[in-house]
């Protein structure tokens, strides 16, 4: 394999070109219906631990502090944007839930937590509706229809995805015009990219014309790791070279702004609030709200081209941090159980100048990564039905 073996493993998986038509399939499909002035952003990736909900539930709340109206949709039958938010998923009010099989308003089960902040939260029920939903005709465009017929109040509409690829994703990809991937900077983390990729680009042929992927956002990244560096550099490689394509990620950029590893972000959902309630001079606070400001400006006229990186005079958070705490937050984190030694392998490395030795991930003594399985043809059950 060759050296920028990251980059293979993502065109290995989508580059199979999708089939025009399924053979003994017939499946009708309504278009669009689209809600003005409303921006719907699915975050969305199939892979569990990469910050869906740490990302939405921060995202939110820093955009409803610069003053915007958002409703946050949990579709996560795990709740767990419901409870980082300090909502319990009992099920005694109405929630999203209630929307797909009851066809309840989604103004009706949204609820305000806070100045322009909204939620539609989710309980253990949600993980029955694929099953209620079956004999369902359009199944997978409730969620669409539902936001369809009424005129929300919101500028945005974000919703927090499950970690999978089944009925309540196809419902959220079919609903938004935009998708957001959180991704961990690791080697199957790419691998499980390149099969999303797949599935958005069958529901945007089939189900939403108007799907595209904005954007890429890293999560838990760590500088000061070679692996990081790399596989940042392939994403960018990868995306570069679709830009002349005509597939959904055409236009994707990877955010400038990028979450670094915060203990504060793990222990602020036990608190039942965002990390700017929790710890709003953390590292994790700041990376957030420049996100945020960042995400602003993604697809909006006079914004930076996509692809390219955002303007330099996007802010990081109106905070003042002592001196100590400055040098504190831009320091990597190190375990304190690490020894001195794991200290001294985790400084950092400059990643971007070439070496003469090759990387010991794909130096000639080691064997490379297992080949990358073909995605299956069969497309999703729920699209083709």
Known sequence: MKPNCFYNVIRKTYSRRQPETWPGKTTTIALVKKVPNVRKIAIINQKGGVGKTTTVANVGAAIACLGHDICLIDLDPQSHLTLHLGIEPDGSDHGIYDVLTDKQPISSAAMNIAEHLWLVPASIDLAAAEVELVSTVGREQILRDQLANEQLDYEFVLIDCPPSLGLLTLNALAAVDEVIIPLQPHFLA????????????????????DLKVSGILMCMYESNTRLAGEVLADLEQFFEAARSSDT????????????????????????GVSIFNYEPNCPGAKDYNAVAQEFLTLNQPGSCESGTTPPEEIETPATDLPAEAEVAADKPSVSPHADESASVEASPVDVTEPTNEPTAEFSSDNKPPAPVTEPTKESPAELGQ
């Open 190 to 209: 790419l691998q499980g990219l390149g099969k999303l990729l797949e599935t958005i680009s069958l529901v945007q042929k089939r189900i939403n014309p």
């Open 248 to 271: 959904p990620w055409a236009n994707a950029k990877i955010f400038k702004a990028m979450i670094r590893r915060n203990v504060k972000l793990a222990e602020c959902p036990s608190h």
